[in-house]
C-alpha cells in the first residue's frame, strides 16, 4: 500500500528534513510540524520548487505542548484531505551522568522522547482508529536495544520505552488495517549523532535516510538501519559483558 499523505514531527532539520526530502521525492503530500517554523517554510518551498505536483503543509508545534498535538495533527489532516502515515521523530539527545547535578537535561529527553512520543501517538492513533486504516512510525533509536552508562542512559531509557510503546502497539493490532513501524537508527549524520563521538560508525545522512525510509515503505514491525552494521550490532549488543558496555558511556 502507499501512503500519500504523511506527517512528519521534527521536520525542521536532521533526519526528519532528510525524509520529508525523500518522501516528496516519491511524490508524497507532506504535513511538516517544528518549533522552527521558519525552517519549515523554507524546507516547504525547496520541496514545491522541486517537485510542484505535491502539497505541503506545515505548522509549528513544540510537542511537549501535549494539549497542542492533536489540534495540530487535526488542522494538518484537514490541509492534505486525509493523513496516511503518521512518523514521530521530534527528539532530544541532551544527557548527563544520572546525579551529576543536571537532572534537567535527563528529564526534558525522557520527557519528548517517551511522554512527548506518547502524546503524538495518542493523537496519531485516535484518528486512525476513526478511519480504520493508517500507518503509525516511531523513530526510536538503536541504544533501545541494551542500557548505556554515563551520560547516554536517560536517553537509551527513553528510546527503550518508545520502542516497547511500539512493539505493544505491533502486537495489539496485528491483523488490522493499522500499522505500527518502530526504526531504531544507529548512528547518522546528523548534529545529534556528531555529539555522540562515535565518528567510525557515523553513516552519511543520505545513506541513513533512504535506509529508514526503505523501512517505513516495506512497514516492516521494526527495523535496525542502516542495515550494516546496526541490524548485527542491535543483536549483539544485548549479550556483551557489562564490562565492555561501560567503555560505551
Not at 133 to 158: E, M, N, T
Amino acid at each position: 500500500m502507499t501512503r500519500r499523505k504523511i506527517l512528519i514531527t521534527g521536520a525542521s532539520s536532521g533526519l526528519g528534513a532528510g525524509m520529508a526530502r525523500e518522501f516528496a521525492r516519491r511524490g508524497r503530500d507532506l504535513a511538516l510540524c517544528a518549533r522552527r517554523v521558519s525552517n519549515l517554510e523554507e524546507l516547504r518551498d525547496e520541496l514545491l520548487a522541486a517537485h510542484p505536483g505535491i502539497k505541503v503543509a506545515v505548522r509549528g508545534l513544540d510537542v511537549n505542548d501535549h494539549d497542542a498535538i492533536p489540534k495540530v495533527f487535526e488542522e494538518l489532516r484537514e490541509e492534505l484531505g486525509g493523513l496516511d502515515r503518521v512518523i514521530v521523530n521530534a527528539g532530544l539527545g541532551k544527557g548527563a551522568k544520572i546525579g551529576t547535578g543536571r537532572a534537567d537535561a535527563n528529564i526534558a529527553t525522557a520527557t519528548t522522547n517517551f511522554v512527548s512520543a506518547l502524546a503524538q501517538a495518542e493523537a496519531a492513533m485516535s484518528i486512525f482508529r476513526s478511519q480504520d486504516a493508517g500507518h503509525l512510525v516511531l523513530i526510536s533509536s538503536i541504544s533501545a536495544v541494551r542500557g548505556l552508562p554515563g551520560k547516554k542512559a536517560a536517553y537509551a531509557a527513553s528510546k527503550a520505552g518508545l520502542s516497547a510503546l511500539g512493539e505493544g502497539l505491533a502486537i495489539e493490532l496485528r491483523g488490522t488495517p493499522i500499522k505500527v513501524t518502530t526504526v531504531q537508527p544507529g548512528f547518522i549524520a546528523t548534529d545529534m549523532a556528531s555529539r555522540a563521538g562515535d565518528a567510525k560508525l557515523i553513516a552519511p545522512l543520505d545513506k541513513g535516510v533512504n535506509a529508514m525510509v526503505a523501512a517505513i515503505e516495506r512497514e516492516a514491525v521494526r527495523a535496525s538501519v542502516p542495515e550494516w552494521p546496526w541490524r548485527v550490532l542491535g543483536f549483539v549488543m544485548p549479550m556483551l559483558p557489562r564490562g565492555v558496555m561501560r567503555r560505551m558511556g
